[in-house]
């Protein structure tokens, strides 16, 4: 089993926790990150596929900061007292937040990997002999290629203030016209950035990008 409290230590490391906090954190989501790992494992993916899907949910931990804080600095994030079940119902919710943006890169990786393979084909069968290229089996092959290369540009949302469990219900005017308006600048910033505009290498079939990501990354690590 990889070090997964390793891993969740590193990532939240920056958050500045108080020490308790930050032990509760880190056990909360090293052992969801286990389970998933198992989960995977149980399903027939390899060792290091497992791995990288289940440390991948990490990728993006802006969620994780904004229920932490309302603002870009981080406060001391105190223990509760014991039998207290407000730390049960902050980890649910921190977690749901990093669920909720997991999923979509989840889903994009899954579609890069997938096209990518398919383009893989189609850049081999032009390689292939004709006396190769011509077999029943490459023939079978090359049903499944794709020329086609892409680039996809993820706009996730990620809640600027603290939302806890009114995330699943809240639908307000006000708040979905606040959304919007997040959306609507992420779009025009990932819009100015233009990464897509480089040349794509002949080599890749899908390029992805999260310009808002790594603007947050940026100023995360200025900020440091």
């Known amino acids: 089993m990889p070090d997964f409290r390793k891993v969740v230590r590193e990532r939240v490391a920056h ?29 027939g993916v390899t060792e290091q596929g497992a791995y990288l899907n289940a440390a991948s949910e990490l990728d993006d931990m802006y969620p994780i900061q904004a229920e932490l804080s309302g603002s870009q600095r981080m406060p001391r994030f105190d223990a509760v007292p014991a039998g207290d079940t407000s730390s ?49 089996q490459a023939k079978r092959l090359y049903e499944h ?8 540009v993820q706009l996730i949302y990620r809640p600027m203030e603290p939302q806890g469990a ?31 505009l480089a040349p794509m290498p002949r080599e890749l079939g899908v390029r992805v990008f999260d310009v808002i990501h ?6 995360r690590e200025q900020a440091a």
Not at 107 to 131: F, G, M
Not at 145 to 152: A, E, L, N, R
Not at 214 to 219: C, F, H
Request: aromatic letters at 8%; proline letters at 2%.
């Open 214 to 219: 790594e603007i947050l990354v940026g100023n």
């Open 145 to 152: 290629g794709c020329v086609t290369q892409m680039d996809i």
């Open 166 to 196: 009114l995330k699943d219900f809240e639908f307000s005017h006000s708040a979905m016209d606040a959304r919007w308006q997040q959306g609507l600048a992420n779009a025009h910033s990932t819009l100015q950035a233009s990464p897509w």
């Open 15 to 43: 958050m500045r926790l108080e020490a308790t906090a930050e032990a509760n954190v880190i056990e909360e989501l090293a052992q969801h990150l286990e389970d998933r790992y198992q989960e995977l494992r149980n399903g």
């Open 88 to 136: 049960s119902n902050f980890t649910a919710d921190l977690w749901r937040d990093l669920r909720y943006a997991s999923r979509t890169m989840f889903a994009t990786d899954t579609l890069r990997e997938k096209h990518d393979v398919r383009y893989a084909i189609n850049e081999l069968h032009k390689l292939l002999p004709p006396e190769l290229a011509n077999t029943t």
